[in-house]
């Protein structure tokens, strides 16, 4: 990594820069790389760090193996394994997820805009990190959930376990 890239990068990234920009420098070799927010955050993670793509991929990926889990009622043993197992991938790949991304949306940028200023502007603009959106991210994602959840619930039961009213007995 040039100092200069190491620059932009950094003016991406905004709020600890330092530490992903280390991290980045190790894992040059072999894509791993610890994340203890990546671990225990995820789907929030990717969204606090503008990851857009990776976050409604994700997303996305997390709702269809609720659908799954749901139509096979997976036992919740193996559902929390299988989160762990997935935490466990985000927080090795992470920073790596996060260089890849960093890296190109700095080229996208720097394609778009030729102007030094104007460009430096537009990295800390599109960079940087949101609690907001991390809120926005998690909050749609509970919203989806939940419809999921609530249409896939067998009602059927409930309504055949429902005693008739019947407004002529006493």
């Given amino acids: 990594m040039t100092q200069q890239e190491r620059e932009e990068l950094r003016i991406f990234v ?16 072999n894509k791993i790389s610890w994340n203890w927010a990546a671990f225990f955050f995820g789907l929030l993670w990717f969204g606090y760090r503008k990851m857009y793509p990776h976050a409604f991929g994700f997303m996305i990926f997390s709702l269809i193996l609720q659908i799954i ?9 193996v559902i929390v394994l299988t989160n762990l197992a997935i935490s466990i991938f985000i927080g090795m790949f992470g920073n790596y997820l996060y260089y890849e991304y960093a890296k190109s949306k700095v ?7 030729t102007d030094e200023k ?3 502007i537009e990295l800390a603009r599109q960079g940087g990190a949101s ?15 939940s419809i999921i959840e609530y249409g896939m619930e067998d009602k059927s039961e409930n309504f055949r376990k429902q005693k008739s009213i ?5």
Avoid at 14 to 29: F, H, T, V
Avoid at 69 to 77: A, E, H, R, V
Wanted: aromatic share 16%; proline share 4%.
């Fill in 14 to 29: 905004g709020k600890n820069a330092d530490y992903y920009i280390s991290k980045w420098e190790e894992i040059a070799e």
């Fill in 69 to 77: 889990q749901t139509k096979m009622n997976t036992d919740p043993l």
């Fill in 107 to 113: 080229q996208e940028i720097k394609s778009k805009l």
């Fill in 118 to 120: 104007n460009f430096y």
């Fill in 131 to 145: 609690y907001f959106t991390a809120i926005g991210i998690g909050l749609m994602y509970l919203v989806a959930s």
């Fill in 166 to 170: 019947d407004p002529w007995s006493s």
